[in-house]
């Protein structure tokens, strides 16, 4: 009952704070249960095209590094597809089984292009092929990527994710997930601009659909909201496909050419129609431990996937594993976190990487579109982490400061790098051990990396004496994480990215 009144005869309840909640309402399906199977395979192909953006996007920037073009690229795409599934298939059945789809990691793209360089630069590569190159490029990184990954499997099997999870509090969180999605900016805008006149149009169009015309139409107004992904990629596709067959890019440098034509990729003649990707494609893998080292940091900052990156390495998809971001976000985009849907969309990623051709159409998708989509489903997950801080006590000058200093941090020393990278060459690690260099490199590049180690550092060492540390940071909430099943809220409680357990799944 309300007591007092407000300015203007409110009451008191009408200025009170909103109520926290572990979940946020208007979920439509979770963990167990699940839409009709039209409207499941529907989402599950939503879920498969925005992977197959990412795939195609580090294929794209590894695959010519390493000597080869479109052939090997359709084979590496095809082949990353197919682990993906793998993996995703897994997690969903003996993991922490919930609707996460495993993708391509950008982590690991620095310790592959520095394998790939270090090779072509051995003088008696000189006389190889370009698919010798290749071929030996990616069998060193496969070579790293199989021992890297017991890395991975020994910190999860042994318990010291989890042990690191007791120490970290939601405030520490916050600045970890939030830059999980705001570090990956350089995929968005920045993407998108490579061909604004394709782009844009289709940021507004998925924006105007998800957002503005569900409200606008109560009764169909779901159906637009759950598959604006789709009707998004399908009309600006068309449109794009219209300018490139009107012959608007006919006098346009070969950089536009290759972002805003539709028939520039290379990938549907490269591909071939029928071929299942096995094991050692490559041939027999090579170990170098400089490179193995290099991959370790890679492992570090994607150290929830060991099972799916020794895959990566026993099958050659020339890059490690990891959760997928942007599939976390279309999870928030369409309020619907079934498990079914994710293990549909591991179907189609066996059935177009087996059938090459029909997956190389749909991977020559211009990539500002996918971008566009990568603006609005990155922003989901960012919000993710601004949603914990409802548990923590933001009057707390001390949440203030690890707070504000873990997101600069998170901002500030990555550009540093990366600048520094992109100016000298190399980065501001420069020693003759490369592999300690990409080490150095690849932790300090990743924004959520360099932004949870700060936080978790401060929120374990500052003010611990003080007697509201605890409630500050938001542990009172997180004890009932602390024990493996002993949650006695039911599974459908964990749907939506903004669950701690989708970033932290080994609780």
């Known amino acids: ?101 495993i993708g391509g990691s950008y982590a ?121 992904v789709l009707f998004s990629v399908a009309v600006v596709w068309v449109y794009a496909e219209i300018l490139t067959v009107a012959g608007a890019y006919e006098n346009k440098p070969p950089n536009t050419q290759i972002s805003c034509r539709t028939d520039r990729s290379g990938l549907v003649s490269g591909a071939p129609w029928i071929k299942f990707p096995y094991p050692f494609r490559w041939g027999r893998p090579t170990f170098d431990g400089g490179d193995v080292f290099a991959m370790m940091a890679a492992c570090f900052v994607a150290v929830v996937e060991g099972i799916g990156t020794l895959l990566a390495g026993l099958y050659g998809t020339g890059i ?12 928030g985009l369409t309020r619907v976190g079934s498990r079914r849907v994710i293990e549909i969309s591991a179907g189609f990623m066996f059935f177009f990487s087996v059938l090459g051709k029909f ?34 006590n933001l009057n707390s000058f001390r949440t203030k400061f690890i707070l504000g200093f873990a997101l600069f941090m998170g901002l500030s020393v990555p550009q540093y790098f990366n600048e520094y990278l992109l100016i000298s060459g190399h980065g501001p690690f420069h020693t003759h051990a490369i592999w300690f260099n990409n080490i150095m490199q690849v932790s300090f590049s990743s924004s959520a990396t360099v932004a949870i180690i700060v936080a978790f550092f401060l929120d374990c060492t500052l003010s611990l004496s003080h007697s509201s540390t605890w409630r500050d940071s938001g542990r009172h909430w997180w004890g009932k994480f602390w024990k493996y099943d002993q949650d006695p809220r039911p599974e459908d409680f964990y749907s939506l990215p903004w669950n701690l357990n989708r970033f932290f799944p080994s609780f």
């Open 1 to 101: 009952m309300a007591v007092g009144g407000g300015p203007g005869g409110a009451k008191v309840d009408d200025f009170a704070p909103f109520p926290i909640k572990d979940q946020l309402p208007g979920v439509d399906f979770c963990v167990s249960s699940a839409p009709s199977w039209p409207e499941a395979i529907l989402l599950g192909f939503q879920h498969y095209l925005v992977m197959l953006g990412t795939i195609v996007i580090i294929s794209s920037v590894l695959v010519p590094l390493m000597g080869g073009g479109n052939v090997e690229k359709a084979e590496v795409i095809n082949t990353l597809l197919f682990v993906a599934g793998i993996s995703t298939m897994l997690q969903t059945w003996f993991g922490s089984r919930l609707p996460v789809v």
């Open 108 to 228: 690991f793209i620095i310790p592959a292009i520095s394998i790939a360089l270090s090779k072509n630069n051995y003088s008696n590569f000189a006389f190889l092929s370009p698919h010798e190159r290749f071929e030996e490029s990616m069998r060193a990184i496969q070579g790293a990527l199989i021992i890297a990954s017991f890395f991975q499997m020994v910190i999860g099997f042994f318990g010291f994710w989890r042990i690191f999870a007791r120490f970290l509090s939601p405030l520490a969180a916050v600045p970890l997930v939030t830059l999980t999605g705001l570090g990956l900016y350089g995929h968005g805008f920045p993407q998108l601009a490579r061909c604004i006149e394709i782009g844009l149009p289709a940021l507004i169009v998925v924006i105007v659909l998800s957002q503005y015309l569900p409200h606008m139409m109560k009764s169909r107004g779901a159906i637009l909201n759950r598959y604006a």
């Open 320 to 331: 490690g594993l990891t959760a997928s971001v942007e599939n976390a976000g279309l999870l």
């Open 359 to 392: 997956g190389a159409i749909l991977a020559s998708i211009p990539l500002p579109i996918v971008a566009a989509l990568y603006c609005v489903l990155f922003a989901y997950v960012a919000s993710a982490g601004i949603g914990l801080l409802q548990f923590c």
